[in-house]
């Protein structure tokens, strides 16, 4: 059965089902959420003539869990960004949630200890990537480096041309 419960901050305007809906009283229907960059539902809540952009996982927590500890995220348990049942959402610490991030599979957010043997370890593996015949563009998005970063040591330009500007003549061919 879905429970519907008033957002914090916007009581009266505003309420977030378990299910992860959002709705506005007003109008009485349901807001249409937005996918982020990143993949996570956020919706544009107005209050006094302003319009605030708000994580719809957030909301849902902030609403059925209450405030959110210090130093916590809001997780999902089965790494899905999109499923923001209260069933799925909990409070947890940056490292658990980055734990989480592992074991479903995802990126890892947070670099090694020694950030110069990160760096080391990245050029080498856009070296191999490169001699495998991957062009630089995808070795990079790989790795998760900028390309410009990469330029920057030979080892990662092997097989890379600079494009170079068409030559100009003064219009006298001798």
């Known amino acids: 059965m879905t429970k519907w419960r008033s957002i914090p901050g916007y009581e009266g305007i505003y309420e977030v089902s378990s299910f992860g809906d959002v709705k506005t009283l007003r109008l009485n229907r349901l807001c249409r959420p937005t996918k982020t960059r990143y993949g996570y539902l956020v919706v544009g809540l107005f209050k006094d003539r302003i319009c605030r952009a708000r994580l719809v996982h957030t909301l849902v927590a902030l609403a059925f869990l209450g ?49 110069t043997a990160t760096a080391k370890a990245a050029r080498e593996r856009i070296a191999d990537l490169r001699r495998m015949g991957i062009c630089l563009s995808n070795a990079c998005a790989w790795v998760g480096v900028s390309r410009r970063a990469a330029l920057k040591y030979p080892e990662c330009r092997i097989g890379y041309q600079k494009r170079r500007s068409p030559i100009k003549t003064s219009g006298v061919f001798a």
């Open 67 to 115: 405030p959110k500890p210090f130093k916590h995220d809001v997780c999902h348990w089965n790494g899905i960004k999109t499923d923001n049942r209260l069933v799925n959402l909990r409070y947890a610490t940056r490292k658990e949630n980055e734990a989480d991030k592992l074991r479903h599979g995802g990126k890892r957010l947070f670099r090694d200890d020694n950030p």
